[in-house]
């Protein structure tokens, strides 16, 4: 019998080549935001490049992809005029109640008003204050009535994250592809919940998770695919590796 669980391939988004040919059906490719963190990994921010039909600096992710291109060379034009001279669209958004994370997500939502998969390269290894913060933005903006039904996946210098909703999920871990390891962690960020898995070295069973008390956070993949059901929103990471294959 076919699995009718939801499935994701959170790897696919590193992997190399141009295709993501395991998007849900009539979807196009994603779009990608890019914060202000620097910017370690060119063959990861490369692929994610190439998997996505929009992108989008926010938050002085410009700053960290002018670096990145020009290798802090005197030479070059200033930023603005650097970026004019890529034929790149620059913008202001005047609004002082929405963030920089949130600023970017209405643009390209003007931009691409079908688009339902945000790649996010950032971080959450930095300030822990500014961290958390961004894990609530995209909490709450995965749940606004005014964009329902999008999902967003962070790309840390570490991780791949994204959260998991209510019911079962499979997790497509193709460890032999070479672009994550087996390490993963699930955690009940946004409230306590209930968890059973299948595919992990310890798997568990209507297992009680909550922030203060257990949660799992070394646990390890063992199978090419892995089943998670919750009973409420948990955030599942697994580390990405260092140098991807391909």
């Not at 063959?43 to 994610?48: S, T």
């Not at 926010?58 to 992809?65: E, M």
């Not at 993963?184 to 968890?195: D, K, N, R, V, W």
């Amino acid at each position: 019998m076919a699995d009718k669980h939801p499935a994701v391939y959170p790897a696919d988004f590193i992997k190399s080549g141009n295709e993501l040919t395991n998007l849900g059906k009539g979807q196009s490719k994603p779009a990608l935001i890019i914060l202000n963190q620097p910017i370690a990994d060119r063959r990861v921010l490369g692929r994610l490049w190439r998997h996505t039909s929009y992108r989008l600096c926010a938050d002085g992710g410009a700053n960290q992809l002018y670096d990145l291109f020009t290798q802090n060379d005197p030479s070059q034009l200033d930023q603005y005029s650097y970026y004019q001279g890529c034929d790149v669209e620059v913008t202001e958004d005047p609004d002082q109640y929405s963030t920089d994370f949130g600023k970017a997500i209405k643009q390209v939502l003007r931009e691409q008003p079908w688009q339902k998969n945000f790649l996010v390269l950032g971080t959450i290894a930095g300030r822990v204050d500014q961290g958390i913060g961004l894990l609530s933005e995209i909490h709450r903006e995965q749940h606004s009535k005014e964009h329902p039904d999008i999902r967003f996946w962070l790309f840390s210098e570490s991780s791949i994250s994204f959260t998991l909703s209510p019911g079962a999920t499979t997790i497509h871990t193709p460890l032999a592809e070479r672009v994550i390891t087996p390490n993963i962690g699930i955690l009940p960020i946004f409230g306590p919940a209930h968890i059973s898995t299948n595919g992990l070295e310890w798997d568990v069973e209507d297992w009680h998770t909550q922030m203060g008390g257990q949660v799992s956070t070394s646990n390890h993949i063992v199978k090419d695919q892995i089943t998670i059901s919750t009973d409420a929103e948990v955030l599942f990471t697994v580390e990405r590796r260092k140098s991807v294959a391909g």
